[in-house]
């Protein structure tokens, strides 16, 4: 196999995304290296070295990615839409100044691949699922204006490095992902987390933000990995490339699933327009995806739901 014969290293593989990615590449029989700054990793197996770096440090990320293949940078500060409407800075400067610190220590270290995340945040609000080419139509839909535009600016700093550099930088670009380790901090939680929390705590009323009119494309974590080192091994090319669902749900229709899933759907629903919502609608067009990469989602959005109620339920002490 393709990574087998590398070393990966993930960045913020203590994180949601980094630990899924970590179990992505051993399940590929890959040598895995985790950069881990304050948190614990997740994963226990005598197969991953775990190197502790402050990788906004240059010195320590060089020496964090030393011979390294293939680096994912899946680190990053995250927060919730509440958070970020109060703060419009919140995670973007510490964004900016990891990701740039990681593109210049693997362009130091000569790795052979870098993959970087860009979002679905950086269309322009569209009724339709969007393709990696319609970028240009717009700017970010206003709610996620200064996010949006830092990823885009990731990926024109991708540009940079891999064509000065010889790097090779794959770039994808997810719509929202969900799955078992999320963020379900209720101060920075996203959508889903909030929702499946909420539910298994059994909280009546039951209050979600907005009309439950919006649409979200919605990909679980194991099919985003599994995409992620599609990418890597197949579209280096510093070419953008959406990986979604390709299809989308209702807000409403997500409560439906995640209350049923938690035996609470009884409980009454209280849907608050007047808290703060994104887009309406956020669909993305993966056609690329299949075409280039063979990657179709495998995990259907009902039972990823339903599955990451389970897995709460049975995690959430810890």
Known sequence: MFFGQRLSVVTGGTGFIGTHMVKALLAQGGRVRIVAHKRKPLIDDPRVEIVHADLTDQDQAVAALKDANCVFHCAGAVSGLGVSAGNAMAGITTNLNLTAQVMQAAWTAKAERLLIFSSSTVYPGTDYPIREDELEKGPPHPSYLGYGYMRRYFEQLSAFVGSRSGMGIALVRPTAVYG????????????????????????????????????????????????????????????????????????????????????????????????????????????????????????????GLAGLVKWYAANRAA
Request: hydrophobic share 45%; charged share 25%.
């Open 180 to 303: 078992p380790h999320d963020n379900f901090d209720p101060r920075t939680s996203h959508v889903i987390a909030a929702l499946v929390r909420k539910a298994v705590e059994r909280l009546d009323p039951f209050e979600v933000w907005g009309t439950g009119d919006d649409v979200r494309d919605l990909l679980h974590v194991e099919d985003l990995a599994r995409g992620c080192l599609l990418a890597m091994e197949k579209h280096a090319v510093c070419d953008p490339i959406n990986l979604g669902y390709g299809s989308g749900l209702s807000v409403k229709r997500m409560v439906e699933i995640i209350l049923a899933a938690a035996g609470h759907d009884k409980v009454k629903v209280i849907f608050d327009a007047s808290k703060p919502t994104a887009v309406p609608v956020r669909l993305v067009d993966a056609s690329k995806a299949k075409k280039i990469l063979g990657f179709e989602p495998s995990i259907s959005i009902e039972n």
